[in-house]
């Protein structure tokens, strides 16, 4: 695998191989099994997978933990190796961002609920750099984790309104053994914490049975899942919401359990909404 760090550098690496299809992992790096469930689909499908490694200052609010965010190239870049990408796409944030910078992608409406609503700003950060990358590398599919299922519709709908031309595929969110998703931030999370946090993926799971049980009753699998939540008074809930994007329907949650913030999602339907 090779790593590279510039616009340049990593067109001139993909010039050859553009008679094959090329698949990207945007990533910011601190990876475990849910970023090796991506790296393993796009090596399934592509010829060849690039993974972006790049915490992206524009998706963080000033009062979060951009400077704390776990960092460890060396760490990431063998687990990238191990799982089949080919070349890693590192660059500094003065190569994403240069000096004079101003051009942001606003996606409007879908990006202003729940996470948007939580964190203003972050969306526009999330697209920006996502459209830098696609422009960048040109790859014919992207590759998303559906526990940033919010994320996926914001990426979706700018790919349609802009006709960038990526395929955006969806892995499932990876879980560990009491329902917690794999998630970065789960770092951050002491032993005991983390067991605070598992109360997150038990609750969707509750909100998910009373969705199947009253299809279509948005208010039962909600205040299901915010029950789950209300019985663990060492986390505070920013949100569970039954939201809809697109074509998509998911149970929501975020919550906070000591100074780290995490999410999670379930899918209930996806098409057309019940009639
Ligand atoms: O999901 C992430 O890790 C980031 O939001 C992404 C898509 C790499 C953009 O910085």
Not at 146 to 163: M, P
Not at 186 to 200: D, K, T
């Amino acid at each position: 695998m090779r790593i590279v760090r510039s616009v340049g550098e990593v067109r001139a690496a993909l010039a050859p191989l553009r008679g094959g299809t090329v698949g990207l992992v945007p990533t910011m790096g601190a990876y475990h099994d849910g970023h090796l469930s991506l790296f393993r689909a796009a090596r399934a499908e592509c010829d060849t997978v690039v993974a972006s490694l790049f915490v992206n200052p524009t998706q963080f609010l000033a009062s979060e933990d951009f400077g704390a965010y776990p960092r460890d190239e060396a760490a990431d870049a063998t687990l990238a190796a191990e799982s089949g990408v080919d070349l890693l796409y590192a660059p500094t944030v003065d190569e994403v961002y240069p000096a004079g910078f101003q051009t942001h992608v606003e996606v409007a409406g879908l990006a202003e609920l729940l996470e948007g609503a939580h964190r203003p700003g972050h969306f526009r950060g999330v697209a920006t750099v996502c459209l830098k990358l696609f422009n960048t590398i040109h790859p014919d599919r992207a590759y998303f984790g559906q526990k940033d299922a919010q994320q996926v519709a914001v990426v979706q709908r700018l790919v349609r309104d802009l006709d960038v031309g990526v395929e955006v595929v969806v892995v499932p969110t990876v879980r560990d053994a009491t329902g917690l998703a794999l998630s970065s931030r789960n770092a951050y999370l002491s032993p005991e914490e983390r067991e605070v946090a598992a109360a997150l993926g038990r609750a969707l799971t509750a909100g998910a049975s009373a969705w199947r049980a009253h299809p279509g009753d948005a208010a039962a699998a909600s205040a299901t899942a915010r029950a789950v939540l209300a019985a663990e008074p060492r986390l505070t809930v920013d949100y569970a919401e039954v939201a809809r994007f697109d074509s998509i329907t998911v149970l929501a949650g975020a919550i906070r359990v000591g100074r780290t913030r995490l999410i999670d999602n379930v899918v209930l339907d996806e098409g057309d909404p019940p009639a």
